[in-house]
T-cell receptor
Framework: DTAVSQTPKYLVTQMGNDKSIKCEQNLGHDTMYWYKQDSKKFLKIMFSYNNKELIINETVPNRFSPKSPDKAHLNLHINSLELGDSAVYFC?????????????FGPGTRLTVL | DAKTTQPTSMDCAEGRAANLPCNHS???????VYWYRQIHSQGPQYIIH???NNETNEMASLIITEDRKSSTLILPHATLRDTAVYYCIVRAAGGGADGLTFGKGTHLIIQP
């Protein structure tokens, strides 16, 4: 069974569109994250949620809106897509905020904005 | 979180031990050393972490110097599937809210 899953794996869309990426974890973890990996391969934290509540928002434009319907899901909705949003987006989860807790990453969603 | 310094790339022969160094001279007393790796086109994968003592698991060993200013990740018998970018990250015990801060990592290439 996949621990952290994301859908879709690939997403190609036009500028200005609105799209969502879904993430689910079956590990029973309390905390979930979204990371962005750009074309230069830098991996950066975007958001983290603990028990459905937003903990951090790393200066991400408000066009990006994470939504956590329950502890096992953290979806990422992006409005008015721009060319610079093209990247690979990774979801991750961990047992709890803080402590020496490793994060488990999903396979990534490659977003291409044309 | 403390900054880390790693070589940009390294080669290792298949079947030999791969030793990946990391400098973290500004590490604080409550910061752990974590290692993750990212195989091409996959999500990052946790390998191992430690605070002071050396650690070993089924994937690797982590050797931390006594002053904690540097560490070495050891893959005892490298295989072609170990080709990946390896990230050394230092992170406070209570720093989970900030997520992981990834640097450029070391691109380890296992040669057949």
């Amino acid at each position: 069974d996949t621990a952290v899953s994301q859908t879709p794996k690939y997403l190609v869309t036009q500028m200005g569109n609105d799209k969502s990426i879904k993430c689910e974890q079956n590990l029973g973890h309390d905390t979930m994250y979204w990371y962005k990996q750009d074309s230069k391969k830098f991996l950066k934290i975007m958001f983290s949620y603990n028990n459905k509540e937003l903990i951090i928002n790393e200066t991400v434009p408000n066009r990006f809106s994470p939504k956590s319907p329950d502890k096992a899901h953290l979806n990422l909705h992006i409005n008015s897509l721009e060319l610079g949003d093209s990247a690979v987006y990774f979801c991750a989860s961990s047992q709890a905020v803080g402590g020496a807790n490793e994060q488990f990453f999903g396979p990534g969603t490659r977003l291409t904005v044309l | 979180d403390a900054k880390t310094t790693q070589p940009t790339s390294m080669d290792c022969a298949e079947g030999r031990a791969a030793n990946l160094p990391c400098n973290h001279s500004t590490i604080s007393g409550n910061e752990y050393v974590y290692w993750y790796r990212q195989i091409h086109s996959q999500g990052p994968q946790y390998i191992i972490h430690g605070l002071k003592n050396n650690e070993t698991n089924e994937m690797a060993s982590l050797i931390i110097t006594e002053d904690r200013k540097s560490s070495t990740l050891i893959l005892p018998h490298a295989t072609l599937r170990d080709t990946a970018v390896y990230y050394c990250i230092v992170r406070a015990a209570g720093g989970g809210a900030d997520g992981l801060t990834f640097g450029k990592g070391t691109h380890l290439i296992i040669q057949p």
